[in-house]
């Protein structure tokens, strides 16, 4: 069974660019999350996808960060523009089993903002 | 914020010793899971208890949940050298989707 997939592994980008990352779920999955982790951290949760709709972005900073899983299936995460505090791993997960409670991770994206 | 909180930060010990992580957080759960993250890579599932059991095991894994106490932990016996990581426990609400707050973790040093 294939994995959660992102991409790109590393980004490094300036402050005040624009950047998007990626992410492809274990196949059959309905929820779809993702997540911040600072350096030295645990992982914040942004927001939470079931199927193409939003179920909780409360940690999702909107004025420079969106999201969206428009079939169900895939999803991108956008930062624009990116500041120096967005350097980071974001990583993406998705759901399995009847309640959904086990989380599976793919490997993140590594983000660096100069 | 995050609800859960580990102790020690960081722990290190010798090939073959015992690691006891503890972890304690602030709000009712449905679950609590603990997770590994080696070093660069993604986090892997290991162990999931429910809010209404008190011990689990899995391999050399043993798990607590102590609802009164709002507190988990997690031992490792016998431990090895792959057993270096950091390892996150994670509290699971109720709802849908059983949104996950992951706290600091626990830095793992296992030396051979």
């Known amino acids: 069974e294939a994995g959660v997939a992102q991409s790109p592994r590393y980004k490094i980008i300036e402050k005040r660019q624009s950047v998007a990352f990626w992410c492809n779920p274990i196949?059959?999955?309905?929820?779809l999350y993702w997540y911040q982790q600072i350096l030295g951290q645990g992982p914040k949760l942004l927001i939470q996808?079931?199927?193409?709709?939003?179920?909780?972005d409360s940690q999702l900073p909107k004025d420079r960060f969106s999201a969206e899983r428009l079939k169900g299936v895939d999803s991108t995460l956008k930062i624009q523009p990116a500041k120096l505090e967005d350097s980071a791993v974001y990583l993406c997960?998705?759901?399995?089993?009847?309640?959904?409670?086990?989380?599976?991770f793919g490997p993140g994206t590594r983000l660096l903002v100069l | 914020s995050q609800q859960g909180e580990e102790d020690p930060q960081a722990l290190s010990i010798q090939e073959g010793e015992n690691a006891t992580m503890n972890c304690s957080y602030k709000?009712?759960?449905?679950?609590l899971q603990w997770y590994r993250q080696n070093s660069g890579r993604g986090l892997v599932h290991l162990i999931l208890?429910?809010?209404?059991?008190r011990e689990k095991h899995s391999g050399r894994l043993r798990v607590t949940l102590d609802t009164s106490k709002k507190s988990s932990s997690l031992l490792i016996t016998a431990s090895r050298a792959a057993d270096t990581a950091s390892y996150f426990c994670?509290?699971?609400?109720?709802?849908?989707?059983?949104?996950?707050?992951f706290g600091g973790g626990t830095r793992l040093m296992v030396k051979p």
């Open positions: 997960a998705s759901g399995a089993g009847a309640h959904q409670e086990t989380q599976y």
């Open positions: 196949s059959g999955h309905a929820t």
């Open positions: 996808f079931q199927n193409n709709g939003v179920v909780d």
């Open positions: 709000t009712s759960i449905n679950n």
């Open positions: 208890i429910r809010s209404n059991e």
């Open positions: 994670a509290t699971g609400a109720r709802g849908a989707g059983n949104m996950l707050t």
